[in-house]
């Protein structure tokens, strides 16, 4: 007769009851950075696993984040937990195995028909739910079946605008005058069951095991990024902030050079977008302070109606100085038109939802600090905004203008990444001056 397994895993409090309840269709998580929510959504999928057969299905917008977040999580709870002699986990394609049957398998939305060959899901996360696209959960509901399993689904997300889809889903929907829960009464009782719903709501003081110059680090928000403060430190859904960039500021040009002097252990990025008859071609020298969060922008160069060899005179300095420029992959042509000239040019990385992820990167500095004299930067920059849909809901990758500034800064530090206070690590590498 088999023995029953048994294994000893801390966990915060707040998320005791969730772990072991399985008596609602959906669990909706929605919390500040660090509250420790998906880490015991993961817990609570190993433990569900162990004990009854089932297919689970995890779910990001992107298909490609899973192998360094939900994926890498669950592997490293299993290993922690001292089961990776029993558990495997698969990286190609990314699945987890486990003795009785059980599995986890991984899908991406920007990958729609790979999810019509799933048979018998019983489960569902989807991570950074708001990322999603509501079609696509709409999708998902059609593929959670099976024959004799009860059925869940399993959502979280840090808060957002009250005008993204599972807002108006979960709680309410001005518009349609539908109410379900009020989000107020989630952050005064932290979980609330209605609906066949279980809602659970969390901040990084619900989790024991976060330092403490963490906690300052989201508090520290409140004074430059208020609606960042608001997801990150208080978990709160609200109206987002019409800025893309609420943290952008302009000083005078020497103030900006004597700020870079001072800087530790500066990196130094270039970044160039392309364009010729309504675009332009913008081409951004900046440098990052990494111990303080700050991007500063310093040089620029904007001009359109005017092809390659007279650009390449324009800027013959980079060539000169051996400046490598991360620049627009669409125009391969144009890249390699530099690389023989005698530029050092790549084209930077764009797939699906780049546009999105690159401005989020971007919207982690605390500061984003611009020389006086880069005015075209500053003119795209200083009060750009997102574009809202005919319903008035903001459209995250859209603005109200074309910023070629903005493409510039994305290619710029397309292998960089800012430490989000969710613990990620910097990816640091070369120097690009």
Not at 70 to 89: A, F, N, P, V
Not at 163 to 174: A, G, I, L, P, T
Not at 185 to 195: F, G, K, S
Not at 269 to 277: I, L, P, S, T, V
Request: net charge neutral; with cysteine.
């Amino acid at each position: 007769m088999a023995t029953a397994l048994k294994v000893k895993k801390p966990v915060n409090p707040h998320f005791e009851d969730f772990l072991f309840d399985w008596n609602s269709k959906f669990y909706f998580l929605v919390g500040g950075y660090g509250s420790s929510k998906s880490y015991h959504i993961a817990l609570k999928l190993i433990l569900k696993l162990l004990t009854e057969k089932r297919t689970a299905l995890v779910v990001r917008e992107v298909y490609d984040t899973h192998r360094d977040s939900t994926y890498s999580l669950l592997e490293e709870i299993i290993t922690d937990m001292g089961l990776d002699h029993k558990i495997r986990c698969v990286t190609s394609p990314m699945q987890i195995r486990f003795p009785n049957g059980s599995k986890i398998i991984f899908k991406g939305m920007d990958k729609p028909a790979k999810l019509k060959s799933i048979n018998n899901v019983s489960i569902v996360w989807v991570e950074e739910c708001s990322e999603v696209k509501y079609d696509g959960f709409k999708e998902l509901l059609g593929r959670l079946r099976h024959p004799t399993l009860k059925l869940h689904m399993i959502l979280s997300t840090n808060p957002v605008s009250t005008d993204n889809w599972c807002y108006k889903h979960f709680f309410m929907d001005e518009q349609s005058d539908r109410m379900i829960l009020n989000d107020d009464d989630l952050y005064r009782e932290r979980t609330i069951v209605r609906n066949n719903t279980y809602y659970h709501h969390s901040t990084a003081d619900d989790n024991l095991f976060l330092p403490e110059d963490y906690i300052s680090q989201l508090d520290e928000l409140k004074e430059y990024d208020p609606d960042l403060y608001r997801i990150a430190r208080q978990g709160h859904f609200g109206i987002n902030g019409i800025r893309v960039l609420p943290q952008f500021k302009v000083e005078k040009h020497q103030q900006v050079m004597d700020a870079i002097e001072r800087i530790r252990r500066p990196l130094k990025r270039n970044g160039m977008d392309f364009g010729f008859e309504e675009s332009f071609n913008a081409l951004l020298r900046m440098v990052v302070d990494k111990d303080e969060k700050i991007l500063y922008i310093f040089w620029e160069y904007y001009k359109n109606h005017q092809t390659d060899d007279y650009t390449a005179k324009d800027i013959i300095e980079f060539k000169k100085n051996r400046w490598r420029i991360k620049a627009d992959p669409a125009e391969p042509k144009t890249i390699k038109y530099y690389n023989q000239n005698g530029f050092i040019m790549e084209g930077a990385k764009k797939f699906q939802g780049s546009r999105n992820q690159y401005t989020k990167k971007v919207k982690r500095f605390k500061q984003i600090i611009c020389s006086d004299q880069c005015v075209n930067t500053i003119h795209e920059l200083k009060n750009l905004t997102f574009k809202k849909n005919k319903n008035g809901e903001i459209i995250e990758d859209e603005f109200n203008i074309d910023p070629h500034t903005l493409s510039s800064i994305w290619y710029a530090l397309d292998d960089y990444e800012v430490s989000n206070l969710k613990g990620d690590s910097l990816i640091s590498s070369r120097s690009g001056w």
